[in-house]
């Protein structure tokens, strides 16, 4: 099989090879190609030591990314390339990185290093593709299988244990048995593993087309990075609302959901406190009063713990404590949320609201459903509506308002409360209706 590789990479190996190196194209982009995907990146390896890498691109803007390891960022025509020298890895008592490496010129010493059989190729014209591990083979099969002894990949470098989880789900594939029983005797290595490096596997995880099966088979990984989530698993809701347990509930509407890393997310962490706040009625009915509010409360620590950022730490946790509103068509009320929030942030919520019937019993979804939709036409009536949301948009000045008595600290309750009065449809947004509505009331706390 032939791999059109882009110019750059015809260009980079090109390069070395005049200079008597070996050079490929290596890993995922093989994999990628292989499968008819467009890859993300390329990366390459050579024979060249990264001394002798640089010697080569004598010209180009060269940068020692990862010169301890073999690693050196080539520019070309604008692209980054990073080439690194193929090697054998010493130990690894980190569970993370090896404590050195051997440079080799030997490709299948190279590959047999590597995590996975899909990722152990490598290609150049003129050889074709180097598949010592059978990575086509298990393309094929759509099988997710370590090079050589799982148990010996996983302790090595324990991210490939929810590297596996992340590329079944991905993919769509499933993982090898023996691998399978890897991950499952060695999850707890990940506690060995920086946080934010989780948070990157794990969103791209949850947008994976397999991550239905990927939380239902492989839970326990989940409930060790996120242990809050454990009591999920099993618990009844008591409801006729709900078919399923709070963790089956919870998958759902992951799988149901927009598939963008905030919805995701949310979605995985919107139930969170649901059994912290369940209550037994005398007719034997669940009630989970406050779990939206308190959820929220548990997935800032959570997305904190994992480095997420601020602004998606706000964008998630605003979903999760609205993500029990009913939306009943009052327009005058959903204005109102999305002043105190956003619109785009309504708009989240009621689409959120709306995947999420679909993980609840099937005979209440038509009706709220539409509801939904129904909502979310009013968000953009609203938008299209000029309606001020926020004080900043009202027709006036804060500073206006000292000439008809307001004192400057009481400037901002009065302009909220003028805000307020606009979107209740009780005076328009105009200078001259702003300032008879204050005037007449005059808020001084």
Same mark, same amino acid.
């Not at 791999?3 to 090879?17: D, G, H, M, Q, R």
């Not at 590959?111 to 899909?118: A, I, K, P, Q, Y």
């Not at 593709?129 to 997710?144: L, V, Y």
């Not at 406190?273 to 369940?278: D, L, N, Q, Y």
């Given at each position: 099989?032939?791999?059109?590789? @882009?110019? =750059?990479?015809?260009?980079?190996?090109?390069?070395?090879?005049?200079?008597?190196?070996?050079? =490929?194209?290596?890993?995922?982009?093989?994999?990628?190609?292989?499968?008819?995907?467009?890859? #993300?990146?390329?990366?390459?390896?050579?024979?060249?030591? %990264?001394?002798?890498?640089?010697?080569?691109?004598?010209? =180009? /803007?060269?940068?020692?990314?990862?010169?301890?390891?073999?690693?050196?960022?080539?520019?070309?025509?604008?692209? @980054?390339?990073?080439?690194?020298?193929?090697?054998?890895?010493?130990?690894?008592?980190?569970?993370?990185? %090896?404590?050195?490496?051997?440079?080799?010129?030997?490709?299948?010493?190279?590959?047999?290093?590597?995590?996975?059989?899909?990722?152990?190729?490598?290609?150049?014209?003129?050889?074709?593709?180097?598949? @010592? $591990?059978?990575?086509?083979?298990?393309?094929?099969?759509?099988?997710?299988?370590?090079?050589? #002894?799982?148990? /010996?990949?996983?302790?090595?470098?324990?991210?490939?244990?929810?590297?596996?989880?992340?590329?079944?789900?991905?993919?769509?594939?499933?993982?090898?048995?023996?691998?399978?029983?890897? &991950?499952?005797?060695?999850?707890?290595?990940?506690?060995?593993?920086?946080?934010?490096? +989780?948070?990157?596997?794990?969103?791209?995880?949850?947008?994976?087309?397999?991550?239905?099966?990927?939380?239902?088979?492989?839970?326990?990984?989940?409930?060790?990075?996120?242990?809050?989530?454990?009591?999920?698993?099993? $618990?009844?809701?008591?409801?006729?609302?709900?078919?399923?347990?709070?963790?089956?509930?919870?998958?759902?509407?992951?799988?149901?959901?927009?598939?963008?890393?905030?919805?995701?997310?949310?979605?995985?962490?919107?139930?969170?406190?649901? %059994?912290?706040?369940?209550?037994?009625?005398?007719?034997?009915?669940?009630?989970?009063?406050?779990?939206?509010?308190?959820?929220?409360?548990?997935?800032?620590?959570?997305?904190?713990?994992?480095?997420?950022?601020?602004?998606? +730490?706000?964008?998630?946790?605003?979903?999760?404590?609205?993500?029990?509103?009913?939306?009943?068509?009052?327009?005058?009320?959903?204005?109102?949320?999305?002043?105190?929030?956003?619109?785009?942030?309504?708009?989240?919520?009621?689409?959120?609201?709306?995947?999420?019937?679909?993980?609840?019993? @099937? #005979?209440?979804?038509?009706?709220?459903?539409?509801?939904?939709?129904?909502?979310?036409?009013?968000?953009?009536?609203?938008?299209?509506?000029?309606? %001020?949301?926020?004080?900043?948009?009202?027709?006036?000045?804060?500073?206006?308002?000292?000439?008809?008595?307001?004192?400057?600290?009481?400037?901002?309750?009065?302009?909220?409360?003028?805000? #307020?009065?606009?979107?209740?449809? /009780?005076?328009?947004?105009?200078?001259?209706? +702003?300032?008879?509505? &204050?005037?007449?009331?005059?808020?001084?706390?």
């Amino acid at each position: 099989m032939n791999i059109e590789c @882009p110019k =750059y990479i015809n260009t980079a190996v090109l390069l070395l090879s005049k200079r008597g190196f070996d050079a =490929y194209a290596v890993g995922g982009c093989v994999r990628d190609t292989i499968m008819g995907n467009t890859p #993300n990146d390329w990366d390459m390896t050579t024979s060249a030591t %990264p001394e002798e890498t640089i010697r080569t691109f004598h010209g =180009y /803007k060269t940068i020692p990314t990862g010169i301890q390891h073999g690693t050196v960022t080539v520019i070309i025509d604008g692209n @980054p390339v990073e080439i690194t020298t193929m090697r054998i890895d010493g130990e690894y008592t980190d569970n993370r990185r %090896p404590d050195e490496v051997i440079f080799t010129e030997k490709i299948e010493e190279d590959l047999s290093r590597r995590d996975f059989t899909v990722n152990a190729m490598a290609y150049n014209n003129d050889k074709g593709i180097i598949d @010592p $591990f059978d990575g086509q083979g298990d393309i094929k099969r759509k099988i997710i299988k370590c090079v050589g #002894n799982p148990d /010996k990949r996983f302790n090595e470098d324990a991210l490939r244990i929810i590297r596996a989880l992340r590329f079944a789900s991905v993919l769509g594939f499933d993982i090898d048995n023996d691998t399978a029983e890897s &991950i499952r005797n060695n999850y707890t290595l990940l506690g060995n593993v920086a946080k934010e490096r +989780i948070r990157v596997e794990l969103i791209k995880l949850l947008s994976g087309k397999n991550v239905e099966k990927i939380l239902t088979e492989f839970k326990d990984i989940f409930f060790f990075i996120i242990p809050q989530l454990k009591k999920l698993d099993g $618990f009844d809701q008591h409801t006729q609302y709900h078919i399923y347990d709070v963790w089956t509930h919870t998958i759902k509407v992951v799988v149901n959901c927009e598939n963008t890393p905030i919805m995701r997310v949310a979605a995985l962490l919107h139930d969170v406190e649901k %059994p912290s706040c369940f209550v037994l009625d005398k007719k034997g009915t669940g009630h989970f009063k406050g779990h939206p509010q308190k959820g929220a409360e548990t997935a800032y620590g959570i997305l904190k713990d994992l480095r997420f950022s601020n602004a998606e +730490i706000k964008d998630i946790c605003d979903i999760i404590a609205l993500h029990d509103e009913r939306p009943d068509g009052n327009k005058i009320k959903l204005a109102h949320l999305c002043s105190d929030y956003s619109t785009n942030t309504l708009t989240r919520v009621m689409k959120f609201i709306k995947a999420e019937l679909y993980a609840k019993n @099937p #005979n209440f979804i038509e009706e709220d459903s539409k509801k939904c939709d129904t909502a979310l036409e009013q968000i953009e009536e609203i938008k299209r509506s000029n309606i %001020p949301l926020k004080t900043q948009e009202l027709a006036i000045k804060g500073i206006e308002l000292l000439d008809i008595g307001v004192k400057s600290n009481q400037i901002g309750i009065n302009l909220f409360k003028a805000l #307020n009065a606009i979107i209740d449809e /009780k005076i328009s947004n105009d200078r001259e209706s +702003i300032l008879g509505y &204050i005037k007449e009331h005059l808020w001084d706390e």
